[in-house]
Each structure stands twice: as structure tokens, then as C-alpha cells.
């Protein structure tokens, strides 16, 4: 998604917006991330549907549903609209869906790590290395083999060259 329509969205997190579906159903909800498909996730979420009875339109009526937190696929939405400002206690927290988007693009280790060079490991890494991972002592790679320090790659296979003769 290009930076100006992710810019103008990022403007309604944490407000109430009202979603409307392809199928007609109508989701109101608490704004709080997206990503470039526009899948949205919307906290305290109520579906409305309208309800018509029989051929002719002599009954209609509508039918609210809770739904708490929930994901909506992209590909299901036809138009966004504010429902309304950010409740209160969201402006006082600091913007916590601003912290969240910016975890979510991979800015730093997630919550809860120390940072690099404390001292303390990350869970899981404590009894042994995984696989890949070193650790102190662990034996150094082998030195490559003669005619092939630090000049660069072998004869034959520098940029520009011949490959060697088969």
C-alpha cells in the first residue's frame, strides 16, 4: 500500500468505524490496526444485519450481534466510514495501537526482551543453542584451503574472466 493511503488510515486508529461488507452485513467496531490487503482488526465489534421477510418488502428489521475482536478479510470490505472520535481513555494511554503498528513492521525485539548486551537470555535459548545459534566455546569455522586466503576469489572465477577450460 502506498505511503499516502497507509498514512490517511493510520489517522482513524483507535476511533469507531462502521464497515461495510460485500455480503451487506454492517460491522461497528474500535479501529485498531490494518495491513496493505486493508484486512482490518476491530476491537469490540457489533455485526448488524438487515433483515427483510417474505417477497415484498413488508417486514424488515435488524439483527445486532456481538462480536469482540475481530479480523476482517479485506477482500469482504466495500466502504469505511467514521462512526466516531477515539474513546477518551485510548487519547489518555498514549496512543497504544501507534506502539503496536510499530512492532508490527519488525522496528525491535518484541516486549519484554532486555535489551542486547544485559546479560539475561531469551526464553528458550537458556539450556542449550538451537541450531544455528552460537554460543561461547563453540568450535570456529575451518580455514579455507591453501591458495584460498584473503586474494579473492579462485583463478578463473573473477568477474570479467574466462570460466577455466573443461
Do not use: C, Q
Not at 482513524?12 to 460485500?22: D, G, I, S
Not at 490496526?33 to 469490540?44: C, I, M, R, T, Y
Not at 445486532?64 to 489518555?92: D, Y
Amino acid at each position: 500500500m502506498p505511503n499516502g493511503k497507509a498514512s490517511k488510515l493510520l489517522k482513524y486508529v483507535e476511533h469507531r468505524l462502521r464497515v461495510t461488507l460485500h455480503d451487506g452485513r454492517i460491522i461497528i467496531g474500535t479501529f485498531l490496526a490494518f495491513d496493505k490487503h486493508l484486512n482490518l482488526v476491530l476491537s469490540e465489534a457489533e455485526e448488524f444485519r438487515y433483515l427483510k421477510k417474505g417477497s415484498a418488502v413488508l417486514e424488515e428489521r435488524t439483527e445486532k450481534r456481538t462480536l469482540g475482536l475481530v479480523l476482517v478479510r479485506g477482500e469482504n470490505v466495500v466502504s469505511l466510514a467514521v462512526e466516531g472520535p477515539p474513546p477518551p481513555s485510548a487519547k489518555a494511554a498514549g496512543g497504544v495501537a501507534a506502539a503496536a503498528i510499530a512492532r508490527g513492521r519488525g522496528g525491535g525485539p518484541p516486549s519484554g526482551m532486555p535489551p542486547p548486551g544485559m546479560g539475561s537470555v531469551p526464553m528458550g535459548l537458556g539450556a542449550a543453542p538451537m541450531h544455528g545459534v552460537g554460543a561461547p566455546g563453540m568450535m570456529a569455522p575451518p580455514p579455507p584451503p591453501p591458495g584460498m586466503g584473503m586474494g579473492g576469489p579462485p583463478p578463473g572465477m573473477g568477474r570479467g574472466m574466462p570460466p577455466p577450460p573443461y
